[in-house]
């Protein structure tokens, strides 16, 4: 069965260390998220991805990086992690339907920044 | 500055009762609504969803009633059952926005026996 998968999925890294979470799917989605959810907050996105070599900024991309070199995989990385960033994050992905895109999501990783 | 809104942080109903959970959105592009359900520990999973062209879809316990003119939709689930106990996200989507959704903050939902 098609799935997408995160890893790891408890993550603890002090302030100031580069941090890389991973994003694989098998679905064969051209379209992959990130968001970070906080209380009060819902999920909000950070980066996206249409496509092999497409990344775009969302709303709350500072101090975010994304890179998609193939289908499968989108990883998020934290240059220089900040206690701001400690949340649950969640990667999902979507067919190319036109506007309408139902969301896979995958279990998050919960990250702790000290 | 938060475009779609969910004012509920909680909602406790028992169970065989139904559940109403509401969400206001405030972009007239938005077109497209769903809702999801999450459980602890697990990603957000697709419940039902509404084109802006519908007032109402069905699917089994779950119904979703959309009102354009109040920017308005609610998710009803008849008869509530503990297993629906989670957490319920409403998200919007424009048709130009290339899959790109916007989330509410969530409704906690607890179905007591």
């Known amino acids: 069965d098609a799935e997408i998968t995160q890893s790891p999925r408890h993550k603890i890294t002090e302030t100031g260390r580069q941090v890389t979470l991973a994003c694989h799917q098998t679905w064969n989605h051209n379209n992959m998220f990130w968001y970070r959810q906080d209380l009060g907050h819902g999920l909000r996105l950070i980066h996206y991805?249409?496509?092999?070599?497409?990344?775009n900024k969302g709303e709350v991309s500072d101090g975010y990086s994304v890179s998609r070199s193939n289908t499968e995989d989108l990883p998020l990385t934290l240059e220089s992690a900040a206690s701001s960033q400690t949340s649950v994050y969640f990667c999902?992905?979507?067919?190319?339907?036109?506007?309408?895109?139902?969301?896979?999501f995958g279990p998050g990783t919960r990250l702790t920044v000290l | 500055d938060q475009q779609v809104k969910q004012n509920s942080p909680s909602l406790s109903v028992q169970e065989g009762r139904i559940s109403i959970l509401n969400c206001d959105y405030t972009n007239s592009m938005f077109d497209y609504f769903l809702w999801y359900k999450k459980y602890p520990a697990e990603g957000p999973t697709f419940l039902i969803s509404?084109?802006?062209?519908?007032d109402k879809n069905e699917d089994g316990r779950f119904t979703v009633f959309l009102n354009k003119s109040a920017k308005h939709l609610s998710l009803h689930i008849v008869p509530s059952q503990p297993g629906d106990s989670a957490v319920y996200f409403c998200?919007?989507?424009?048709?130009?926005?290339?899959?790109?959704?916007?989330f509410g903050a969530g409704t906690q939902v607890v179905v007591t026996p």
């Open positions: 999902a992905s979507s067919e190319s339907r036109g506007g309408y895109n139902e969301q896979f």
């Open positions: 991805s249409y496509g092999v070599q497409d990344t």
């Open positions: 998200a919007a989507s424009a048709s130009d926005s290339w899959g790109k959704l916007q």
């Open positions: 509404i084109s802006s062209i519908k």
